[in-house]
Antibody
Framework: QITLKESGPTLVKPTQTLTLTCTFS??????????VGWIRQPPGKALEWLAL???????RYSPSLKSRLTITKDTSKNQVVLTMTNMDPVDTATYYC??????????WGQGTLVTVSS | DIQMTQSPSSVSASVGDRVTITCRAS??????LAWYQQKPGKAPKLLIY???SLQSGVPSRFSGSGSGTDFTLTISSLQPEDFATYYC????????FGQGTKVEIK
C-alpha cells in the first residue's frame, strides 16, 4: 500500500525559504522507474506541477519556477524534500507530493496548506 | 510549454445524466493524457491514464478517449459521488494540467 504525507511550516514570511518534506511508504526510491513529484494548488485555483525526482536522481523542474526550486531525496529515510526560495503571498497554496509513474501521479499525499504572510 | 485547455469550465447536471468534458492540448501528445477527480478539501484522484485506461478501482461509468490534441472524459450515468472538479494532465513532457471542470448539481 503506497502512502505519502507532506510536512512543513504552515506559515512563512515573504522572502523566506520554504522547506517541505514528503515521507512515503509502500515503495522505494531506489527502484528503477520510480519517482516522486510536487504539485501545488492555490485556494480555488488549478493544479500546478512544481518538480519531480526519479530513482536515478534525475530531477525536473517547472520552467517558470526552476530558479527557485530544489528537490532532493533521502532513500534511506524514504523522504523527498522540496525547497522554494523567496516566497511571496502568491505562493500561498496547498502543496501535494505524489508518486509518479510515466509522468502520471497515481498516488497523492493529503496535502499541506502553506500561507505566505508577514 | 504544452498548454491544456478544458471545456466547459463548469457543467450543471442531474443524477443519471451523461456528462462529457473535453481537453485540448496545444500540441500533439499522442495518448499521454491523464484525468483526475478532486473533491473539496481532498487530494486529486487518478481516474484515467494513457487517455483511455481506467485506473484500478475506478467505476466503469468513467471512460476516456482521444489522441493527439483532443481528448474527452465521459461519465456515462452521473452518480451523487461524482460531483467534483475534474482535471486533465498531459504526460508527454514535463506535466501540465488543465484549468479544471466543475461538475455541479443541477
Amino acid at each position: 500500500q503506497i502512502t505519502l504525507k507532506e510536512s512543513g511550516p504552515t506559515l512563512v514570511k515573504p522572502t523566506q525559504t520554504l522547506t517541505l518534506t514528503c515521507t512515503f511508504s509502500g515503495f522505494s526510491l531506489s527502484t528503477s522507474g520510480v519517482g516522486v513529484g510536487w504539485i501545488r494548488q492555490p485556494p480555488g485555483k488549478a493544479l500546478e506541477w512544481l518538480a519531480l525526482i526519479y530513482w536515478d536522481d534525475d530531477k525536473r523542474y517547472s520552467p517558470s519556477l526552476k530558479s527557485r526550486l530544489t528537490i532532493t531525496k533521502d532513500t534511506s529515510k524514504n523522504q523527498v524534500v522540496l525547497t522554494m526560495t523567496n516566497m511571496d503571498p502568491v505562493d500561498t497554496a496547498t502543496y501535494y507530493c505524489a508518486h509518479i509513474s510515466q509522468l502520471v501521479f497515481d498516488y497523492w499525499g493529503q496535502g499541506t496548506l502553506v500561507t505566505v504572510s508577514s | 510549454d504544452i498548454q491544456m485547455t478544458q471545456s466547459p469550465s463548469s457543467v450543471s447536471a442531474s443524477v443519471g445524466d451523461r456528462v462529457t468534458i473535453t481537453c485540448r492540448a496545444s500540441q500533439g501528445i499522442s495518448s499521454w493524457l491523464a484525468w483526475y477527480q478532486q473533491k473539496p478539501g481532498k487530494a486529486p484522484k487518478l481516474l484515467i491514464y494513457a487517455a483511455s485506461s481506467l485506473q484500478s478501482g475506478v467505476p466503469s461509468r468513467f471512460s476516456g478517449s482521444g489522441s493527439g490534441t483532443d481528448f474527452t472524459l465521459t461519465i456515462s450515468s452521473l452518480q451523487p459521488e461524482d460531483f467534483a472538479t475534474y482535471y486533465c494532465q498531459q504526460a508527454n513532457s514535463f506535466p501540465t494540467f488543465g484549468q479544471g471542470t466543475k461538475v455541479e448539481i443541477k
